[in-house]
């Protein structure tokens, strides 16, 4: 198992899949520290 | 990846602390997934951006891998990834991450 507590988290979302403010809701439960947050969109 | 982003996450991998940091995806399927995970471990495979050849080895992970769920309170999880969960292939997407570890 993983373990994110203390890491520096890169959040690379996508429109078409998971926005990059889910991935950081998600990885803060965690006990990660997010650093860089982007969502992409092709349309 | 596009090129303003590879720059960012360059220049942030630059500033230090490099052992402390790793990559979450939220990318819709194992093509577009695998294309951002070599970006970020060997260097952008196009050799169009500024990771071109600069193989930054960043541990990547998807937030459908069955590893990552695991360790995310399930009231979160649910709600910020919700249905997503069913609507895309998570097999599909944690084995194309598998394939290049």
Do not use: W
């Not at chain 1, 996508?14 to 947050?37: F, H, M, N, W």
């Not at chain 2, 937030?63 to 360790?71: A, F, G, W």
């Amino acid at each position: 198992m993983i373990d994110l507590k203390g890491k520096l988290v890169l959040c690379l979302g996508e429109r078409d899949g998971i926005a990059a403010p889910a991935l950081q809701a998600c990885v803060e439960s965690a006990g990660a520290e997010v650093i860089y947050t982007e969502t992409q969109c092709f349309v | 990846m596009d090129l303003e982003e590879q720059a960012n996450i360059a220049r942030l991998v630059e500033s230090g602390q490099k052992d402390r940091m790793v990559a979450m995806l939220g990318m819709p399927n194992p093509a577009s997934t695998r294309m951002v995970a070599m970006t970020l471990q060997e260097g952008d495979p196009s050799y169009a951006g500024p990771l071109a050849g600069i193989p930054l080895g960043l541990p990547v992970y998807h937030i459908l891998e069955d590893q990552v769920r695991q360790i995310i309170d399930p009231a979160v999880y649910e709600n910020e990834v919700g249905p997503m969960e069913f609507v895309l292939d998570g097999a599909a997407i944690s084995k194309a991450l598998d394939a290049g570890r």
